[in-house]
């Protein structure tokens, strides 16, 4: 399983007001690993996780998930797939507020038409190796920064997906908890062999990723000057 962009170009707006966020790129991400991508405000991180995750659509180029491409396929299909094979997880977890945490892992069960009652005892135990055995029942609103984002992460993992996608996981999180988390991030993606990329200001999620991809390399070749032939 991997992930593969190749020549993927991203433009919003029309006419005079288009502005083109990724300009033809080119990149690959393994299974097992997790890869940082790191780079200004505006740069297309976010963007880039976007089209990975089929959330949008390219103007052009592919992404290839375990070589079949997302770009190409229908609405209905990019569905199934994000449902069934993408794992997400964002800046404050994104978590259903009210719901207790292991209601929040059985919650993709519901979505993805499944019966939650034979995943209960997986969810707790889901739960507990994330460190949070002691919160089962607790809602988000009894949880602490770092003890979303676990859940936030239990979550995106739960049903196994071969891609996981991260958005700035530190941002609501201390410095210690910080830390933890990117350790953890890092660690079930070797455990579980999916491909994991996270967006990222944060030099301690960067630092416990097992590779680090600038955006500025990546778009900056697209954008360099044809040269004039001195
Ligand atoms: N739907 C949209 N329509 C128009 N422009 C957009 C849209 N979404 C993003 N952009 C623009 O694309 C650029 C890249 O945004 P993106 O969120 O991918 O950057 P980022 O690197 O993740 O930034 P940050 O680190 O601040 O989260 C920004 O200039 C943004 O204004």
New binding site residues.
Partial sequence: MSLELTGVTVE??RADAR?T?LDGLDVTFEPGRTTALV??????????LAAAGALLRPTAGQVLLDGEDLATRTDAQRAAIRRERIGYMFQSGNLLSGLPAVEQLLAAVYISGRRPRAYRARAEEALTEVGLGHRLRHRPEELSGGERQRVALARALFLAPKLLLVD?PTAAVDRSQAGELAALLADRTRRDRCVTVV?T?DPVVAAAADRIVD?AELTGVARLPVSGGR
């Fill in positions: 919003f707006g502005t966020v780079g200004p405000s505006g740069s297309g991180k976010s963007t880039l700035e967006a200001h955006m």
